[in-house]
């Protein structure tokens, strides 16, 4: 099994930047591809950006491309995701999430941290 335990998110203004950090348990993390999603209240859950086990990071969401960038640090069994020129509408709870190399879903998920910008 899998546990991950998302962290650094905060309240900030609007151009701030956050780090959020997600921690794994897995004993062979680097098989698996982890992802982060948000959900905004009142909004479904989107997909914002994954690395996969091969080592191929992208950031899906276009609306933060070019502000967001993800990572993962196999031998800290983590992954980040680095949020620049934060705006109101990122608002929302982030989740990590993970599945292996042959899943074709997300089985293991985060609690989910709280990102709130105020512009």
């Known amino acids: 099994q899998v546990q991950l335990v998302e962290s650094g998110g905060r309240s900030v203004q609007a151009g701030a930047s956050l780090r959020l950090s997600c921690a794994a348990s897995?004993?062979?993390?680097?098989?698996?591809?982890m992802g982060w999603f948000r959900q905004a209240t009142g909004k479904e859950r989107e997909f914002v950006a994954a690395?996969?086990?091969?080592?191929?990071?992208?950031v899906s969401a276009d609306s933060v491309k070019g502000r967001f960038t993800i990572s993962r640090d196999n031998a800290k069994k983590t992954v980040f995701l680095q949020m620049n020129s934060l705006k109101a509408e990122d608002t929302a709870v982030y989740y990590c999430?993970?599945?292996?190399?042959?899943?074709?879903?997300?089985?293991?998920w985060g609690q989910g941290t709280q990102v709130t910008v105020s512009s």
């Open positions: 690395c996969t086990w091969s080592g191929a990071c992208i």
């Open positions: 999430a993970a599945k292996a190399w042959n899943i074709a879903t997300y089985d293991y």
């Open positions: 897995a004993r062979t993390f680097s098989s698996y591809t």
